[in-house]
C-alpha cells in the first residue's frame, strides 16, 4: 500500500541542537514538500524538491536544511538557527504533472512530526 | 501577503445541519481549488476539489462551489456529522505552478451532537 511515512512522530530537541525529520514515500512521486503548522495557522511551505538533488526554499526556509539524495527521500533538518521550531512539521509528494479530475489530490501528506524544545 | 484566505477560524453546527465553510482568494493566475480535511496529530486528506471550468462540485455529502467573479470558494456538508469535526483547509493552484499548493488557513468544525 502506498504512502508517505514520517519519524519519528514526537521529537524533543535540546537548545543548539541539531534535529532531522524522516520523510519517505513509495508513490514513485517526483515532488516532495515540507510544510511547517502552527497552532491556530495554516500550512506555510519551508522546502520543495522537484527532483532528485535539486531543492527551492519555501517561505520559511530560515533555520532549516534539506537534501534530496534519493528519490524516495526528503529529510529536513531543523538547525540550532531555527528560533522557534517548536511545531507541527509534515511531508508531502506530488506528481509533477498536474491532473485536473475532481478526484485527483496534487499532494499526498504523511501522518506529521511534533517537535517540542525541552 | 496571504493569497488564500479563510476569515472563519472556527465554526459551530448542530448534527444534522448544514456547515458551510468559506475560501477567498487573490490570485486570479489560480485555476484549481482543492479542500483538505485534517485531525489533529494526522496528516490532512483531500476531500474534494473543483477546477475552474466549473462552478460546482459534488461528493456526497460534500458540494463545493466556485465564484471566479468573486474569487470565493465555499464548501458545504450536508448533513452534518459529528464525525466531520476537523480543520479545513482551503488549498488553491495555478496552472504555472504545477502541482504546488497555496493553503488558507484553515477553519475548525465542531460538529455537536
Known amino acids: 500500500d502506498g504512502g508517505i511515512t514520517q519519524s519519528p512522530k514526537y521529537l524533543f530537541r535540546k537548545e543548539g541542537q541539531n534535529v532531522t525529520l524522516s520523510c519517505e514515500q513509495n508513490?514513485?512521486?517526483?515532488?516532495m514538500y515540507w510544510y511547517r503548522q502552527d497552532p491556530g495557522q495554516g500550512l506555510r511551505l519551508i522546502y520543495y524538491?522537484?527532483?532528485?538533488?535539486?531543492?527551492q526554499k519555501g517561505d520559511i526556509a530560515e533555520g532549516y536544511s534539506v537534501s534530496r539524495e534519493k528519490k524516495e527521500s526528503f529529510p529536513l533538518t531543523v538547525t540550532s538557527a531555527q528560533k522557534n521550531p517548536t511545531a507541527f512539521y509534515l511531508c508531502?509528494?506530488?506528481?509533477?504533472?498536474?491532473?485536473?479530475?475532481?478526484?485527483?489530490?496534487?499532494?499526498?501528506f504523511g501522518d506529521g512530526t511534533r517537535l517540542s524544545i525541552l | 501577503d496571504q493569497q488564500v484566505k479563510q476569515n472563519s477560524p472556527s465554526l459551530s453546527v448542530q448534527e444534522g445541519r448544514i456547515s458551510i465553510l468559506n475560501c477567498d482568494y487573490t490570485?486570479?493566475?489560480?485555476?484549481?481549488f482543492l479542500w483538505y480535511k485534517k485531525y489533529p496529530a494526522e496528516g490532512p486528506t483531500f476531500l474534494i476539489s473543483i477546477s475552474s471550468i466549473k462552478d460546482k462540485n459534488e461528493d456526497g455529502r460534500f458540494t463545493v462551489f466556485l465564484n471566479k467573479s468573486a474569487k470565493h470558494l465555499s464548501l458545504h456538508i450536508v448533513p452534518s456529522q459529528p464525525g466531520d469535526s476537523a480543520v479545513y483547509f482551503c488549498?488553491?493552484?495555478?496552472?504555472?505552478?504545477?502541482?504546488?499548493?497555496?493553503f488558507g488557513g484553515g477553519t475548525r468544525l465542531m460538529v455537536k451532537p
Open positions: 488549498a488553491a493552484s495555478s496552472n504555472n505552478a504545477g502541482n504546488m499548493l497555496t
Open positions: 508531502a509528494s506530488s506528481p509533477i504533472g498536474r491532473d485536473l479530475r475532481s478526484s485527483n489530490q496534487p499532494q499526498h
Open positions: 490570485n486570479s493566475m489560480f485555476d484549481y
Open positions: 508513490l514513485n512521486h517526483d515532488a
Open positions: 524538491s522537484q527532483i532528485v538533488n535539486d531543492f
